[in-house]
């Protein structure tokens, strides 16, 4: 059974920090590609990044320069740090995998349960 369980999240004043981990099991974790999605309330669920089976990175506009994804395959582990956090940026925080990487989150073969981020003003 494919878990995976992300951690890490909760309340930060804006311009701060904060670093998520996503731990997966009952995969093959370094052949998957893993993605961060966010989803505030009323709003759809939005693609944050990716890091790819090699190690390459993907995000969008909107974190660029902010975020950084990075994985340690010998934990199954992914983490996504925060930096510069803005009041937008409040939202539940989605691991997912994906053995065809992409930014799609259709194309996600597996997700976490999700983890709050809440940023004040």
């Known amino acids: 059974q494919v878990q995976l369980v992300e951690s890490g999240g909760g309340l930060v004043q804006a311009g701060g920090s904060l670093r998520l981990s996503c731990v997966a099991s009952g995969l093959t974790f370094r052949t998957y590609a893993m993605d961060w999605f966010r989803q505030a309330p009323g709003k759809e669920r939005e693609f944050v990044g990716i890091i790819y089976r090699a190690g390459g990175t993907y995000y969008p506009d909107s974190v660029k320069g902010r975020f950084t994804i990075s994985r340690d395959n010998a934990k199954n582990t992914v983490y996504l740090q925060m930096n510069s956090l803005k009041p937008e940026d409040t939202a539940v925080y989605y691991c997912?995998?994906?053995?065809?990487?992409?930014?799609?989150?259709?194309?996600?073969?597996?997700w976490g349960k999700g983890t709050l981020v809440t940023v004040s003003s």
């Open positions: 997912a995998a994906s053995a065809v990487p992409t930014t799609r989150a259709s194309g996600m073969d597996y």
